[in-house]
């Protein structure tokens, strides 16, 4: 059984930083793509930033300049490092892997931008 088990979450006032953790565990090996993605109330889920196993990395233009995913293959995990936050970054946050033409989710992990 595969998990993904998002860490990170919580509350920052505006223009803080977080950053978002997800490890991958089970029978999951040779993870394609690993990312973010994101759904605030009231909208669709929507993309963050991914990164392949080769390292390309592809950002909203939302979040282009103030995040950065990086990732680690060897520990199944991807990372997000979020700064200048800004109240509309509030949403739960998801982790997302690509394996075997299969899509795995985390249960979201919830940030809220607010002062």
């Known amino acids: 059984q595969v998990q993904l088990v998002e860490s990170g979450g919580g509350l920052v006032q505006p223009g803080g930083s977080l950053t978002l953790s997800c490890a991958a565990s089970?029978?999951?090996?040779?993870?394609?793509?690993m990312g973010w993605y994101r759904q605030a109330p009231g909208k669709q889920r929507e993309l963050v930033a991914v990164v392949t196993s080769g390292g390309t990395r592809r950002y909203s233009d939302s979040v282009l300049g103030r995040f950065t995913i990086a990732r680690d293959n060897a520990k199944k995990a991807v990372y997000l490092q979020m700064n200048s936050l800004k109240p509309e970054d509030t949403a739960v946050y998801y982790c997302n892997a690509v394996f075997s033409d299969t899509d795995y989710w985390g249960k979201g992990t919830l940030v809220t931008v607010s002062s």
């Open positions: 089970g029978s999951i090996f040779g993870i394609n793509v």
